[in-house]
């Protein structure tokens, strides 16, 4: 079955890159995202990449996609004391369903 | 509301004794989810609606759990007998138009934390 791997836990200095690291197994992944989850609160949605993509950028994110590892990360530049969170991978494929990873805890030192 | 809610927050409970949780969609949202989060796992997906069906129901860990849709809107999540190992949050989320779109967005709501003792 599809399964998404990620590492559990990141930790970095403020104004450093985060990268976060995700890999999945189901080839005919149409769609990966990353979600965001704060303490608290739901998850929210970051960014996404259609599978024929190798990068996207948006502001301080930038998603790289290696379709032929399977291999998905999430580069957020000049990381923030309040990027602290759970950030979750995700992918879409024929199922129709979002298959989720085990999520990777960022944490942000001043 | 803005976003999707859901109710109670919280919910501990006796094993044994049957819950309900309660998810608030968008409105306007004819496709809702909803998903369970273990204490340091990633979300299962459990089952989803299109408008008041559930096409698949294959997520649904037993048959202890069922779910319903009403009138395309509010959806409750029924739990019985609660064992221990149902203790999780349970997310549910909600998009505009068909869980088959995948970019269609899912907004999540806060979740409820459930606790069997």
């Known amino acids: 079955g599809e399964d998404v791997e990620q590492s559990l836990f990141l930790s970095v200095r403020e104004g450093d890159s985060s990268v976060i690291n995700c890999t999945y197994t189901?080839?005919?992944?149409?769609?990966l995202y990353w979600y965001k989850q704060e303490p608290g609160a739901g998850l929210q949605l970051l960014t996404y990449?259609?599978?024929?993509?190798d990068m996207k950028q948006d502001q301080r994110l930038t998603v790289l996609l290696n379709k032929k590892d399977k291999h998905l990360s999430l580069r957020i530049a000049d990381t923030q004391t309040g990027d602290s969170a759970i950030y979750f991978c995700?992918?879409?494929?024929?199922?129709?369903?979002?298959?989720f990873g085990q999520g990777t805890t960022l944490q942000v030192k001043p | 509301g803005a976003g999707v809610s859901q109710s109670p927050s919280n919910k501990v409970t006796e094993k044994g004794k049957d819950v309900e949780l309660r998810c608030d969609p968008i409105?306007?949202?004819?496709?809702l989810y909803w998903y369970r989060q273990r204490l340091g796992q990633g979300l299962e997906f459990l089952i989803y609606f299109q408008g008041n069906s559930a096409p698949d129901k294959s997520g649904l860990p037993s048959d202890r759990f069922s779910a319903e849709r009403t009138g395309g809107s509010v959806s409750t999540l029924t739990i019985q007998r609660t064992q221990q190992e149902d203790s999780a949050v349970y997310l549910c989320a909600s998009s505009l138009v068909s869980v088959l779109a995948g970019t269609d967005t899912q907004y999540f709501g806060p979740g409820t934390r459930l606790t069997v003792l």
């Open positions: 995700a992918e879409w494929g024929n199922t129709g369903k979002l298959i």
């Open positions: 990449i259609f599978s024929n993509m």
């Open positions: 409105s306007g949202h004819t496709a």
């Open positions: 189901d080839s005919s992944s149409t769609y």
